[in-house]
């Protein structure tokens, strides 16, 4: 018969070998570098949809892939080190999430680590790929922009103002897609006979701070561009332009749902569950520059009737039968 301190010795023994042969034998899970723009509180929504692209790919966070987080939260100047901090990482793809900026600082870092982004700017204009069909080097991802999209969030500013009056549009400089919207509706606005106006806005600060401005200006209608400091402000700007009783368009639903008057633009969710399908097939092994950059191709018009209401304002029977969703 075997004592009782020869076997706990055995079993002893067996649990502290058996890890180490099963590490052995088990691959290290590949790992994807998150790079964001914004804060964890500000991707609930869309996050979900990421992991199921991913799950489409096969892969699942914790069981088969692991993912390193890093948030600037809305302070861009943080990004190009987060960015160096993933590459030290030495992790498999990095996915560089909602915002041109996070994009442009994870290519900086690197020419060899396969990048995935998504993003509400146009990837060509500020040098992030130069073909939307064949990317080449190691970036592609999603992007939810187009020109048109642009012109008619000016077409709508119209359809809520007297002919002739100023509409101002909200801009960050530190942004170069942002930027691009701007001279997209100046181009725009010019060959209409639009009066427009622009106001730069890089922190929460300066969008406060042009309100009176607008104000003074008798601006009639405004417009935010696509940026993800304005997504994170969305209910500072939904404050302020109920205050001064401004009709605002904004680029994303969730603007709309906070309160904004209007907004029309592709559904973010689906471009991260793209985005996240992207992540999965390049850990798989293909290559980032044979993947083209997926565009949108639906665009969703919501009209929070509920803010119109509050503004005092009649929207026109033409707008609402267009909407896709009304909030009552």
């Not at 692991?66 to 160096?84: D, F, K, M, T």
């Not at 020109?147 to 359809?159: F, G, I, Q, S």
């Not at 007297?162 to 530190?174: A, E, L, R, S």
Request: no cysteine.
């Amino acid at each position: 018969m075997m004592r009782r301190r020869e076997f706990l010795s055995l079993v002893g023994g067996a649990t502290v070998l058996w890890p180490l042969s099963a590490r052995a034998q088990t691959p290290a899970m590949p790992v994807v570098g998150f790079l964001s723009s914004l804060s964890p509180l500000e991707l609930t929504f869309v996050m979900p949809a990421l992991h199921q692209g991913l799950n489409e790919a096969g892969f699942v966070e914790g069981r088969n892939i692991a993912i390193e987080y890093r948030w600037a939260e809305g302070h861009y100047e943080r990004l190009p080190e987060l960015a160096v901090d993933l590459v030290r990482r030495q992790v498999a793809v990095i996915a560089a999430i909602s915002g041109t900026p996070a994009a442009l600082a994870a290519k900086a870092a690197t020419t060899t680590i396969p990048i995935v982004f998504a993003i509400g700017g146009d990837p060509v204009a500020p040098g992030l790929v130069t073909n939307l069909s064949h990317p080449a080097g190691n970036i592609t991802g999603v992007s939810f922009y187009t020109a048109p999209v642009v012109t008619k969030r000016l077409d709508l500013a119209r359809e809520l103002i007297p002919p002739g009056t100023t509409i101002g549009v909200f801009v960050n400089p530190d942004n170069p897609p942002s930027v691009t919207e701007g001279k997209t509706l100046q181009a725009a606005a010019a060959a209409l006979g639009q009066p427009i106006k622009i106001f730069n806005a890089s922190t929460e600060g300066h969008i406060d701070g042009a309100f009176p401005d607008i104000a003074q200006q008798k601006i009639g209608a405004l417009i935010v561009s696509s940026d993800p400091l304005f997504f994170l402000a969305r209910n500072m700007l939904v404050v302020l332009t109920a205050r001064y009783a401004l009709p605002t368009i904004f680029a994303d639903r969730e603007q709309a749902e906070a309160g904004g008057l209007i907004s029309y633009g592709a559904s973010r969710p689906d471009a991260y569950r793209q985005a996240g399908n992207y992540i999965g097939r390049v850990v798989k092994g293909e290559k980032p520059g044979d993947l083209p950059v997926v565009l949108p191709t639906k665009y969703t018009l919501l009209i929070n009737r509920k803010t119109a209401k509050a503004l005092g304002l009649s929207l026109p029977p033409s707008l609402l039968a267009r909407a896709d969703e009304v909030i009552e």
